[in-house]
């Protein structure tokens, strides 16, 4: 925690420090400060020095720094400052492919739902339909042969009436052959 405050607070007295050998801002510059786009400082390097280009040297104790830090070169800084402010952007665009990342998840997972539950309910109706077939055949067989059958109520009556005929010739056949 210790080693970011530090950071920060070098990072702040950096860019102090290079603002007071900066420019008096021409109107071009103030039209870039109100867009927003950030323009590094131009160093003035010393004859023999040269460009360290994007540098992040760490520093000890001992050496010629007044503490033990970490030695941002203008460049870095530079990028260090663009990493900061692109980073929500950089955040709410990870988060809209993380959304629509789990939204297509969901897409297709609700579609292969609908898929199935359609295919049963197809394969249900098939089901129904066959059996409601099978229940009006049936029905229609015993239709036919309740249609077919013989009358109970004159079955009862040809068996009744066959009863008494059967008992009266009996019943004469036995006074005949008793005279």
Do not use: W
């Not at 109107?27 to 280009?53: A, H, M, R, V």
Request: with cysteine; net charge negative.
């Amino acid at each position: 925690m210790n080693k970011k405050i530090i950071s920060f607070l070098l990072l702040l007295v950096m860019l102090s420090s290079n603002s007071a050998l900066a420019e008096i801002p021409s109107p071009e510059s103030e039209e870039k400060i109100s867009t927003n786009i950030i323009e590094l400082p131009s160093i003035q390097l010393q004859p023999g020095e040269s460009d360290p280009g994007k540098v992040i040297s760490p520093m000890k104790k001992g050496q010629k720094a007044p503490f033990t830090g970490v030695l941002l070169s203008p460049r870095a800084v530079g990028e260090v400052i663009v990493e900061l402010e692109s980073f929500d952007e950089r955040l709410h665009l990870e988060i809209t492919r993380v959304i629509n990342e789990e939204q297509t998840s969901c897409d297709k997972k609700m579609n292969d739902l609908i898929a199935r539950t359609t295919a049963t309910q197809k394969e249900l109706q098939a089901s129904l339909d066959a059996s409601r077939r099978e229940t009006d055949a049936f029905k229609t067989e015993l239709k036919n042969a309740k249609d077919s059958q013989i009358n109970p109520y004159f079955l009862v009556g040809a068996g009744v009436a066959g009863g008494i005929a059967i008992t009266l010739l009996t019943t004469y056949a036995i006074v005949q052959i008793t005279k």
